[in-house]
């Protein structure tokens, strides 16, 4: 089977640092999404890694080890505006596509 | 162009009646994807069209569930026969035509079946 495992909630402080894990198991790799998701919106892309290694944009990282199946979404200097929920999505082999598969989402609060 | 969007965002409608979404995509992608998504989990892929052509459904997709992309534009996903465990949002999304793309999402439809 397919399967894309998160944490289902972490805390951390306005101004901290924090790291979302992810690990996968899927049919096939082909990079893998980090989105972000506020209450009641729509997913925004955040990264894409599809090379074993770490990729920096800004406040936001995402690393990638393929032979682990992990990936994690690391967020400098955190804002309020960070507290959302994050996705982690496998480009993995559908039934004769490409297909994302999803996990559950992370759902991140940041305190004062 | 300002993005994808759905129409309507909200649609609350009794068991057993029809519904029908229309989503349009950013003018440039020629992929376009229909997702479900329920609080708490990730979306969950229902269809995607390449152009007009659907290319792929999932196999949890039941039969009371179609969609179309007539002139490669627009979408539209009609559920028939609505039951209670059909409330969800409905998220529409759009991409260049690499699979490796990033995928545009729109603001979503909440359905509720009463």
């Known amino acids: 089977g397919q399967n894309i495992d998160q944490p289902t909630e972490m805390t951390a402080t306005e101004g901290a640092i924090v790291q979302i894990n992810c690990t996968y198991q899927t049919s096939g790799f082909n990079g893998l999404f980090w989105y972000q998701q506020h209450a009641g919106e729509a997913p925004t892309f955040l990264s894409y890694?599809?090379l074993d290694g770490l990729e920096e944009k800004g406040r936001f990282s995402s690393f990638l080890s393929r032979s682990k199946g992990y990936s994690y979404l690391l967020l400098k200097e955190l804002q309020m505006k960070d507290s959302a929920s994050y996705l982690c999505a496998v480009l993995g082999n559908g039934d004769s596509n490409y297909q994302l598969i999803w996990g559950a989402g992370t759902k991140l609060i940041i305190k004062p | 162009d300002t993005g994808v969007s759905q129409d309507p965002r909200h649609k609350i409608t009794k068991r057993g009646q029809n519904v029908t979404f229309r989503c349009d995509p950013i003018s440039e992608h020629n992929r376009l994807y229909w997702y479900r998504q329920t609080l708490g989990q990730g979306p969950e892929f229902l269809t995607y069209?390449?152009?007009?052509?659907?290319?792929?459904k999932s196999r949890l997709l039941s039969d009371r569930f179609s969609a179309e992309r007539p002139k490669g534009s627009f979408s539209t996903l009609e559920i028939q026969r609505t039951e209670q465990g059909d409330s969800a949002m409905y998220l529409c999304?759009?991409?260049?035509?690499?699979?490796?793309?990033?995928?545009?999402f729109g603001p979503g439809t909440r359905l509720t079946v009463l």
């Open positions: 999304a759009s991409s260049f035509s690499s699979p490796y793309n990033e995928q545009f």
């Open positions: 069209f390449q152009n007009e052509a659907q290319l792929e």
């Open positions: 890694n599809v």
